[in-house]
């Protein structure tokens, strides 16, 4: 059975920044072979994409709102993927996923999440 677990959230001054993390397993094929993507909802909202990075040469993309700010990366040694926050705006709230997958989820599971709060 698949499972994510996301770490690293926390209350933030804007401007400030944050690295979250992922962690992934009982995948059916290797991590590496996944493409991986965060996500985030914010209160009232859909989960909305935000990032993601591709299994073969991980390549990545970006929701407009982030590019600059955001850098998604991957140690597929650890199973685990990250996503380094910078320059966090009261905007960036929001409870962070991550899943298998570029476009769409790969799995209907999602994790608990972590909880990233930008305000002063």
């Known amino acids: 059975q698949v499972q994510f677990v996301e770490s690293g959230g926390g209350l933030v001054q804007p401007g400030g920044s944050l690295k979250l993390s992922c962690a992934a397993s009982?995948?059916?094929?290797?991590?590496?072979?996944?493409?991986m993507s965060w996500y985030r909802q914010a209160p009232g909202k859909e989960r909305e994409l935000v990032a993601g990075?591709?299994?073969?040469?991980?390549?990545?993309n970006y929701v407009d709102s982030v590019k600059g700010r955001f850098t998604i990366s991957r140690d597929n040694a650890k199973n685990t993927v990250y996503l380094q926050m910078n320059s966090l705006k009261p905007e960036d709230t929001a409870v962070y996923y991550c899943?298998?997958?570029?476009?769409?989820?790969?799995?209907?599971?999602w994790g608990q999440g972590t909880q990233v709060t930008v305000s002063s």
């Open positions: 990075i591709s299994s073969a040469v991980g390549s990545t």
């Open positions: 899943n298998a997958g570029l476009r769409t989820p790969t799995f209907a599971s």
């Open positions: 009982g995948l059916t094929f290797s991590f590496r072979a996944y493409s």
